[in-house]
């Protein structure tokens, strides 16, 4: 086992994947010589070559394009969008052709691509590098979407990313980058894509979260004295409703907590299965946690911004004396 973080995790992961499978390699901007901007893929130039860590220019929609033509030609690229913010460009080339090659083709190609994607606010970053979209990309047919919030989900995670058939969009909390460390195996090991996972049980109340918030959910628990149930997403889509549809049920009560815009967030699809399969067990309305319908602002009230323990404690005694 090693003690080590999140960033470090997917570090290991990339090493050990591309160690086992020569069909593996990375591509975007700053990845090889420089180690990336979180020095995520730092190593890996010198460890595997130019011809596996592939420098690119600035062109994210270049960056995909070339990816899903080198996955439906045999390779499985892991191409990096510098920050979750210029996705934007290469949009088209992710929904119009990497999540719909299989349909279109009926199977006769297919686009494992893993696409590593450093996402979320806490880091004080200028505007474009903070956002949190992916309810944009759950909503599209033919993509799975992952968000770790731990060293060891991370590593198993992208594993489990890189060996699917198909595309998917592994998203990196970057606040938790080197937030904390966990006990990892060294040894390769899976996450299965689309299970949740309970970090902590409880009877009173059930939180649901993903990513960083996972993070400021354990801080508000443990400050308050209720029995309160964590549900960590870690896959966006597929969603494991049944987890969540378990503990609601088993609480009667459930707050959502997420970085993104509240309107159309994603807890709000979460809210809304939920009414559909716990109505008769609910002993309240489901709360939501969430970031403002605004642009993520700068700096200094970037942390007004982002749910905090205090806003989550908030929303738990609200819930409890309805």
Avoid at 149 to 159: E, F, N, Q, R
Avoid at 211 to 236: K, N, P, Y
Wanted: proline share 7%.
């Amino acid at each position: 086992m090693a003690n080590i973080t999140l960033v470090q995790a997917i570090n290991l992961a990339l090493v050990q994947e591309m160690e086992k499978d020569d069909r593996v390699m990375i591509l975007g901007e700053d990845v090889g010589l420089n180690g990336g901007v979180f020095r995520v893929t730092e190593g890996l130039f010198k460890r595997f070559g130019k011809d596996r860590v592939v420098d690119t220019p600035l062109a994210e929609s270049g960056i995909i394009g070339t990816s899903i033509g080198l996955a439906m030609s045999g390779l499985r690229p892991v191409p990096e969008i510098q920050f979750e913010g210029f996705l934007g460009p290469a949009y088209d080339q992710i929904c119009s052709h990497a999540a719909r090659m299989r349909t279109r083709t009926r199977a006769a190609f297919t686009v494992p691509m893993t696409i590593r994607v450093p996402v979320g606010g806490g880091i004080h970053a200028p505007e474009l590098h903070s956002d949190s979209p992916e309810t944009i990309y759950a909503h599209q047919p033919g993509l799975k979407v992952v968000m770790p919030a731990s060293p060891y989900d991370a590593k198993g995670l992208l594993i489990s990313a890189i060996r699917d058939p198909d595309p998917v969009i592994f998203f990196e909390p970057k606040r938790i980058y080197r937030a904390f460390r966990e006990e990892v195996p060294e040894d390769e090991y899976t996450v299965p894509i689309g299970k949740a996972r309970t970090v902590c049980e409880g009877e009173e109340l059930t939180i649901v979260s993903w990513g960083a918030s996972v993070v400021q959910c354990m801080q508000a628990i443990e400050r308050t004295d209720a029995s309160i149930e964590l549900v960590d997403l870690r896959t966006i889509y597929p969603l494991d409703m049944d987890a969540i549809e378990a503990s609601v049920k088993k609480t009667g009560r459930c707050v959502i907590v997420h970085e993104a815009p509240k309107t159309s967030g994603f807890g709000s699809e979460i809210a809304a299965q939920i009414m559909e399969r716990c109505f008769l067990h609910l002993e309240a309305p489901v709360q939501r946690v969430a970031g403002f319908d605004t642009i993520m602002p700068y700096y200094k009230l970037e942390t007004e911004y982002l749910p905090d323990a205090d806003r989550i404690e908030k929303a738990i005694e609200e819930i409890r004396a309805y």
